[in-house]
């Protein structure tokens, strides 16, 4: 099912380079939707996808969902838990939802390709296991992740490459074992991400997914 998955992000990209669905002289206001993925999330055996809308005229602010799932690197898990062994333990982000804002900031006018700022916040759970323990131990949380980064725009500026420098804050934990627990406030976890994301209207879209359909035809 993953290999499919990469398959078809994969194809809709590739599908997207011969489409005529826009010249070089399109202008990108009408682009409102967006989609991104986590190539990194895919290693972590999970994935990473996020769908966004903008919601102004300049496209400057867009909002939208962020939906992850994957194992937690060794490296994080003593800026995430406490008394959760690094080297030992096998951690799994069961599940995050989020709602997701953005807005980028015009620095470069001429430029499609520009900084931004933006929020996560949503819910997730992740399953712990370790020794010592019979069964795993799950924790869930409320996360505010706020984040910056950097849009670089390609062939038409219709795809782009989007590292994100996030810092992640918890609150309102709760843990099946109260020997294990997510670490508090004032040691947030903070990260990079990376993601390759597609800006498209609902014609173009609709294009390349019947394009899509009909190679296997």
């Given amino acids: 099912m993953k290999k499919k998955s990469v398959l078809f992000i994969c194809s809709m990209l590739m599908l997207s380079l011969n489409t005529v669905c826009f010249s070089q002289s399109d202008e990108t206001k009408d682009r409102n939707f967006r989609l991104e993925v986590e190539p990194g999330s ?21 909002a939208g969902l962020h939906f992850s799932m994957l194992d937690v ?9 406490d008394n959760v062994s690094p080297d030992s333990s096998t951690v799994r982000l069961g599940f995050h939802g989020a709602l997701m804002m ?4 015009k620095v470069f006018d001429q430029w499609e390709s520009n ?17 010592g323990y019979l069964n795993s131990v799950r924790l869930s949380s409320f996360v505010a992740t706020p984040y910056v980064g950097y849009e670089f725009y390609f062939f038409k500026q ?3 490459i989007n590292p994100q420098l996030r810092s992640a804050f918890y609150f309102g934990s709760k843990t099946s ?19 390759l994301g597609y800006v498209f209207d609902r014609l173009c879209f609709a294009r390349n ?9």
């Fill in 42 to 62: 895919f290693v972590l055996r999970g994935f990473g996808v996020a769908a966004l809308y903008n919601v102004t005229e300049d496209n400057n602010l867009s």
């Fill in 158 to 160: 219709m795809i782009y």
């Fill in 73 to 81: 690197p060794d490296w994080t898990k003593e800026m995430m838990f």
């Fill in 209 to 217: 997914l019947s394009s899509f359909n009909s190679s296997f035809k």
């Fill in 115 to 131: 900084p931004y700022v933006g929020l996560i916040a949503g819910y997730e759970y992740s399953d712990i296991e370790q020794p």
């Fill in 177 to 195: 074992d109260s020997t294990l627990a997510l670490k508090k406030w004032e040691r947030f976890c903070c990260f990079l991400r990376f993601q």
């Fill in 102 to 105: 953005r807005y980028r900031i």
